[in-house]
């Protein structure tokens, strides 16, 4: 019997290569800019989306936003108070959006989770947590056999927000203030493959209006829920 390595937490060349591919494509981006931080990769392109696209995905969460779980299946009153769905992936809209996320990041489409809506209303938030997996949390063993350890967000602001809603890096010491249309990129990893603490984020609550986003996170693997 050969034994699966638990190496989810450890620096990975599989891993780190796809850092560097990623990497590379959006450098050589015009329109994406790198934020500038020593402690994390993260990148930005203001209207990613149209505000007609914007417009048509906020529906669709509208259409089924339900109250937002925590990756380990608890739904979590305190500390994710949004409210979220799944979207289809075989909604037009999300389809194309989809596959556009995967030409901007280079990322395969296989790899990428089902793209997943938030809503929050005015005191609504997401509590600091990092994407990456715990490889000591109890659906690590299950995660690693679904496509592995998790590696870069891609994340959409689809409404301006008054005031409040922005993405807040604690480790790195910024804050990304919502704007309609613009996609966020970061990647959950080091340059070596291993969990980035510095990754560790928050949603930042809402204080006045509703922000809506859409995420996408990418698995090592293909993804195989
Ligand atoms: O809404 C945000 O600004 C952050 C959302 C987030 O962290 C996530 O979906 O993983
Ligand atoms: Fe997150």
């Given at each position: 019997m050969t034994e699966i390595i638990d190496d989810g937490g450890t620096a990975s060349a599989a891993r780190a290569r796809i850092g560097d591919a990623v990497r590379a494509r959006l450098d050589r981006n015009?329109?994406?800019?790198?934020?500038?931080?020593?402690?994390?990769?993260?990148?930005?392109?203001?209207?990613?989306l149209t505000p007609e696209e914007c417009a048509g995905l906020r529906a669709l969460i509208d259409s089924d936003a339900r109250p937002s779980t925590l990756?380990?299946?608890s739904a979590n009153a305190e500390y994710r108070t949004s409210h979220s769905c799944n979207l289809s992936p075989w909604d037009p809209l999300v389809e194309a959006i989809t596959g556009r996320i995967c030409a901007l990041t280079g990322l395969p489409p296989e790899n990428?989770?089902?793209l997943q809506g938030q809503r929050y209303t005015e005191g609504q938030e997401y509590k600091v947590h990092c994407d990456y997996f715990p490889v000591t949390a109890s659906y690590w063993p299950a995660m690693l056999k679904s496509g592995g350890q998790r590696t870069w967000t891609a994340m959409i602001y689809l409404s301006p927000v008054e005031s409040g809603g922005e993405t807040h890096f604690p480790h790195c010491e910024f804050m990304i203030p919502p704007a309609e249309g613009m996609i966020l990129i970061w990647n959950n990893l080091d340059r070596e493959g291993a969990p980035n603490l510095n990754s560790l984020h928050a949603a930042r609550p809402v204080t006045?209006?509703?922000?809506?986003?859409?995420?996408?996170?990418?698995?090592?693997?293909?993804?195989?829920?």
């Open positions: 015009p329109l994406v800019s790198r934020i500038d931080s020593p402690r994390l990769e993260i990148y930005g392109r203001q209207a990613f990756f380990s299946g990428g989770e089902t006045s209006g509703t922000k809506y986003v859409v995420t996408k996170w990418f698995r090592e693997r293909r993804w195989a829920p």
